[in-house]
């Protein structure tokens, strides 16, 4: 299923006019495994938490992980 979803994106793939990744990292490899698409734009758009999402205080971190029963 893995090989048959690879192929298709990377024969759809050089058919698109821009491709969209979320690193740099990501970006170099998908020029790397497929030239055709390589050659057109490829945009980088770094995944983030919406500003809803606050850092947890450790506090809160404890309650959770005393609730968490980590023994069988």
Same mark, same amino acid.
């Given at each position: 299923m893995i090989k048959a979803a690879r192929m298709f994106e990377l024969f759809f793939g050089r058919f698109g006019d821009y491709h969209l990744t979320?690193? &740099?990292a990501m970006k170099?490899? !998908?020029a790397e495994i497929a030239p055709a698409? $390589?050659?057109k734009p490829i945009y980088v !758009?770094?995944?983030r938490a919406t500003p809803k999402f606050k850092q947890t205080t450790l506090e809160t971190k404890e309650k !959770?992980?005393?609730g968490i029963s !980590? &023994? $069988?």
């Open positions: 979320v690193s &740099e170099i490899n !998908l698409i $390589g050659r !758009l770094y995944d !959770l992980y005393q !980590l &023994e $069988g």
